[in-house]
């Protein structure tokens, strides 16, 4: 998990690239028109990509592994799971249907039919798929029953997280082998996404034999996805082979993908001019156009507005209950000075859903958007001072120690200081600080950057009761269920825009920062791929090597 949450923390972020593309940054909308009319229509999960050329069956990708993995197994607690699931959901594992980020409309995987029978009960038919060819499953054809016994486990071993799974989803029917039919406990509009029903994580489906075979699934699970694991390679050098008999016959054109363990960023930028892999990530904008510049037309280059965002979390405990206390935090960030010196003055401003959410986040110009980014070190003092803030007590600011968020840290110290509220650091490794201060909501202050999600609904779930922070309050919870019902498109967006507006005006303790811009590259031999549409490109199928 380490590496693969420092490749997020090191993304740079430009404005002016962004104030030059916005109008076209394909990962920046979540547009969810399709889901309550059932998600019919999408393009075919591979999607007609412009290729160049005719492409080639064959070849093996090979890619960089930032961080050995423990096991692949993708339940139970703490992070590692989630990463092993994110592994073997894009990869080995297959799915009813998906939600890209840039179009927002549900794409159809496994699933052939999605029937919205009322507001609270959807019918997914299967068409017919087979898993890998292994023990005790050996090839046989995947059911409803499976998709059940999965959403179910799923259900009762989920890290956290994954609100819909343990508040919304009632039940799982499946009156026949191919209709699995969703029952929730209440209206959800955000339903298909993949914060939802729609997890590249919780929506896998596993054969029910494997469910309960910690040993197999620690070390060889199967799955019915498009790739196949063939060897673990202690975890540390794993490869994947095509599966034969993939529901989309003749694809992948892939034969396989090597994932390399590479730890470090310098040896992973050498391996790739070195040809050892195909493709780079996390990449700074320098970095980029120095080889850019060096490698010309042979390589590919990609920047695209991240869904990653910075923050300052407060627990909901005195003083800060006190809203006007709140407010004077707030009022001591000095957003610019954190852009300047960890981003070398690029960034973008976050709201409540960042801004890469382009369709449901709030606009530069919305007033209280621009009221929440204001700075102002002399009315924070004044604010604190006539809320009788604590002056002489010192508060721990707890933060995980990878590369980025100690900086992030040590600034808000800086700043806060300036306000003259006493601040401690701590800091703590990614697992302990996930484990023990973040999910049970152990901290005075925290910060932190967020993961890249795919929907708005997540990062409005931050705030919803109970959360990390501990905080509660009717009106924002309101909102935001007011927003998540709503069936109307052009309605619900405001609606979800009104929910930040409320969140912004009673200050709820959450102060978000900046978002960035991620920087890649890839050779030019490696063709067919899908960028600019988040997470959904990791299920491609049609990408093919021209060597």
Known sequence: MARVYDSFLRQRLTRRRLLGSAAGVGSAAVVLAACKNGGKGGATPSGPTPFQGTPKPGGILKQRLGSAFPNLNP???????????????????DHLWYVPTDTGEVVKFLASDIETIDEQTISVTMGSAFFHD???????????????????????????????????????????DHTVIYHQNRPWFWFFTSSNAGSPITSSILPQEILDKDDILNNQPIGSGRFMLADSGNF????????????????????????????DDTSAQASFEAKDIDTIAGLKHDVLNDMKSRLGDSIVTTSDLSRTYRTLM????????????????????????????????????????????????????????????????????????????????????????LPGNPDLA?????????????????????????AN??????????????????DPSLPLNFYRTPNFMG????????????????????????KTKEAQRVIIRKLAPQFTLYSPIGYGARWSYLKGTVDGRGSFGLFNSRAWLDK
């Open 134 to 176: 292994m023990p005790p499953v050996n090839g046989r054809a995947v059911t409803s029953a499976d998709v059940k016994a999965s959403t179910e486990k799923f259900k009762a071993q989920i890290p956290f997280g994954f609100s819909w799974l343990q508040e919304i989803l009632d039940s799982v029917e499946t009156p026949d």
């Open 471 to 494: 905080y509660q309050d009717a009106d924002v919870d309101a909102a935001m269920n007011a927003a998540a019902i709503e069936q109307d498109d052009a309605t619900r967006i405001e």
């Open 75 to 93: 339940f139970g607690a703490g992070i590692a799971p989630l990463v092993q699931g994110l592994y073997c959901g894009f990869t080995i594992f």
């Open 236 to 263: 540390t050098n794993t490869r994947l082979r095509k599966f034969p008999r993939w529901r989309e016959a003749g694809l992948p054109y892939l034969d396989g993908i090597d994932n390399i363990l590479i730890t």
């Open 410 to 434: 040590g600034i808000l110290q800086q700043q806060l200081s300036k306000a003259d509220i006493k601040i401690k650091l701590t800091g703590e490794d990614i697992s302990r600080w996930l």
């Open 314 to 401: 407060v627990h909901y405990d005195p003083p800060f209950t006190d809203e006007r206390i709140r407010r004077g935090i707030n009022l001591a960030i000095n957003r610019d000075e954190i852009r300047q010196v960890l981003d070398l003055g690029d960034g973008v401003f976050s709201g409540p859903v960042p801004p890469a959410h382009k369709t449901y986040a709030l606009t530069e110009d919305d007033a209280d958007l621009k009221e929440f980014f204001r700075f102002n070190l002399d009315e924070a003092r004044s604010v604190l001072q006539g809320a009788g803030f604590p002056f002489d007590q010192e508060f721990e600011l707890k933060y995980h120690t």
């Open 437 to 454: 201060t973040l999910a049970p909501g152990n901290f005075q202050l925290t910060c932190f950057t967020h993961l890249p999600y795919e």
